[in-house]
């Protein structure tokens, strides 16, 4: 619709009743992508074969904004995740406010009416995405560290993601099929940890020893006895000492309370003890006990000990009148208290051996070695959001030499059980030794089926207390986890001797240390939408001729409705007093667009010249919306003018006005 009336003011305006839009007022707040300026140690590039999980912008027409001197920026419709609304923002030719002239600038922002009060911040990790058709991968850039939003600050997001020259050249891939390109983003509303764990281990006892005298050795009856201390004995021994050496053990009490994936680290030393006291040849027989205890009444320990042939030996002293004498000396034992409080935990008689010690088991972090333009490492100051385990015993498992890892109890994340999984002196089969490694291992239980792959995001965490932050390691990519690789992660995080090292500060308050986890599943962006522009037009031009000029009355006319491309416009409206003649193209009033929804026109405005000399014609280029439905000028072409005859424009009584669409764009939006 054209429509026409007086003003006294110039260039293309809004209707000033219905106000401006604000997504893309050129002259809008000045947003900046951080107070500092990303640097390339927050700022992480990569490339990606998962799409975006949290919104997917895709153009038919990005040179058309390109070409807009009034397009500024484009944004997209506002998309929930984690409480809040956001929405994506592209400068197709960089934001110039915060040094991004020449680059495509990507930002987020979130819709502050979503925040509970002024005082809240919202914490979000955001990884940008740009799709590169030559390789079927994504361009990604995020920052290692996470994004605090507020009231004050409702924009984060990158100026400088890709030159616009790299990004417009065919060759490069971002733009293809002529004018076609795609972006997205993931967002990422951490909340505060709820599951940690704090492992603790004692070294000083007041009474260490325990000891049992056996009176009538020779005489016992039964394969198996067992001590109010927990010392078993079997004089004929077990397993492979059976009928050959007497086998001793330490036994976990059968009463202990033991959760289902509790587990207890002991340290200690079984003894024989050699009654002759100043025998020379023969002494006390020790053998260590450096392990994991998890199901009340099993235990661990030696089918051989000692031989018959050297228990029945009287010249050796280990039986003297028919008595035999065993100790254990507790050197450690562990203790892991858990975050929340499990209730009704008890042993499960199913569980059998725990397979999380078995240091055979052989475990790569992936089929191909994780290299360094993978692995990012950064500091962040916000803890993990998945798991946090604290240990004020570190030393003792660097010490032990069964210990080769330590595991968490498992945790939930999108309906999968995971543990954190710790090296303390790294996954020698993992190319990890003299490193810490961390892992991330999956219940595959939790998998639904054999062909079920869950792909995840990982980021591991380790404190350093002299930062008071948490230096992370993360890929860039996606991990694939299934029934045939349950586990990934990284074989050298750090240095043991550099984590050691009290100065570093990872390794605080005499033994302490803490690690942690992010496990993010990111599904496929449901929300998306499709910006295009038609340019071509079968009919481009609409005129609508207007008779008896000078006798119109009324101060507003409008023409009637036309089409093209899609949209109605109603042809203009007549203000009849002033000293200018102006001119709008309003959307049809019973054009239904949604809240958010905006449509680009790139048309010239036209008063035709009807004796074949200059027209006078102004450029629109502009954005419509519910809120701002028309666009136009004010001051097209004076009075002075229009009613001289010898101009041309006012003949016979009769206005000539003209619109010629060059580009008009449609959205469409996914669901």
């Known amino acids: 619709m054209l429509c026409f009336c007086q003003t006294e003011k110039n ?64 944004e997209s419709r506002p998309f929930p995740v984690g409480g809040y609304n956001w ?123 325990f000891t049992w005298t056996i009176q009538r050795f020779s005489t016992l009856v039964g394969d198996t006895h067992l001590s109010n201390t927990n010392i078993q004995v079997n004089p004929r021994g077990r397993s492979t000492g059976a009928g050959r050496a007497m086998s001793m053990y330490l036994i976990l009490n059968a009463n202990e309370k033991v959760r289902p994936n509790e587990k207890i680290y002991v340290r200690a030393r079984l003894r024989v003890i050699n009654q002759r006291i100043f025998s020379l040849l023969w002494t006390t027989i020790e053998r260590p006990i450096d392990h994991w205890f998890t199901t009340p009444g099993l235990g661990w320990g030696y089918d051989e000990f000692i031989s018959l042939d050297d228990l029945r030996d009287f010249w050796k002293g280990y039986v003297m009148g028919d008595v035999l004498i065993v100790e254990v000396e507790m050197e450690a034992i562990s203790s892991t208290k858990y975050f929340p409080k499990e209730n009704g935990a008890g042993p499960n008689p199913n569980l059998g051996e725990a397979n999380y010690e078995d240091k055979y088991q052989e475990i790569s972090s992936r089929d191909y070695k994780v290299s360094a333009s993978n692995a990012v490492k950064g500091l962040r100051d916000r803890p993990p959001s998945s798991y946090i385990l604290k240990m004020e015993s570190f030393n003792t498992l660097l010490k032990s030499n069964y210990a080769e890892r330590y595991e968490s109890r498992p945790f939930a994340v999108c309906g999968y ?65 299934n029934v045939f690789k349950t586990m990934w992660g990284f074989s050298q995080v750090l240095p043991v001797d ?132 028309s666009w136009g000028f004010r001051k097209l072409i004076s009075f002075d003018d229009l009613r001289d005859s010898s101009k041309g424009f006012l003949v016979n009584d009769m206005l000539m006005v003209q619109v010629e669409m060059e580009a008009v764009s449609s959205t469409k939006y996914f669901p």
């Open 11 to 74: 260039g293309a305006q809004p209707n000033s009743i219905l106000g401006e839009a604000h997504y893309l007022n050129k002259d809008d707040l000045e947003i900046y992508s951080r107070d500092y300026k990303g640097s390339p140690s927050n700022l992480v590039t990569g490339m990606r074969d998962r799409p975006p999980m949290s919104y997917s912008l895709r153009m038919e027409s990005f040179n058309t904004l390109l070409q807009s001197n009034e397009t500024e920026r484009y």
């Open 87 to 209: 929405s994506l923002i592209v400068y197709p030719n960089g934001n110039r406010q915060d040094s991004g002239s020449g680059f495509i600038s990507l930002y987020l922002a979130i819709d502050n009416s979503t925040l509970v009060s002024s005082h809240q911040e919202v914490f979000a990790d955001l990884r940008f995405y740009v799709f590169k058709r030559t390789e079927r991968n994504f361009f990604t850039v995020q920052d290692t560290d996470v994004w605090r939003y507020n009231i004050f600050k409702t924009m984060w997001g990158f100026p400088r993601v890709l030159p616009l020259d790299t990004f417009r050249n065919p060759s490069n891939g971002y733009l293809f099929n002529g004018d076609n390109c795609e972006f997205g983003v993931d967002v990422t509303v951490h909340s505060p940890f709820e599951s940690s764990e704090l492992f603790t281990v004692a070294r000083n006892f007041p009474n260490p020893r």
């Open 417 to 481: 059980n995971w543990t954190l999984v710790v090296y303390p002196n790294g996954n020698k089969k993992d190319s990890g030794s003299g490193y810490l490694s961390l892992y991330v291992a999956i219940d595959n239980s939790t998998l639904v089926g054999a062909q079920q792959e869950v792909l995840a995001d990982l980021r591991f965490y380790i404190f350093n207390n002299n930062e008071r932050k948490y230096f992370t390691i993360q890929d860039t990519t996606v991990w694939r986890f």
């Open 498 to 629: 550099t984590f050691k090292d009290p100065k570093n500060g990872y390794l605080y308050d005499g033994d302490h240390c803490e690690f942690g986890v992010d496990v993010i599943i990111p599904s496929i962006a449901e929300n998306s939408e499709l910006f295009s522009a038609t340019e071509k037009f079968y009919n481009p031009t609409f005129t609508w001729t207007i008779r008896g000029f000078s006798t119109l009355l009324k101060d507003m006319y409008s023409s009637d409705v036309f089409t093209i491309g899609g949209r109605m416009y109603p042809n203009g409206r007549g203000e009849g007093e002033g000293k200018f003649l102006s001119m709008f193209l309003k959307l049809n009033g019973e054009e239904k667009l949604r809240p958010y929804e905006k449509v680009y026109v790139r048309a010239k405005l036209r008063v035709l010249n009807q004796s074949k000399l200059n027209n006078v014609q102004n450029q629109l280029d502009s954005w419509f919306s519910r809120a701002v439905p």
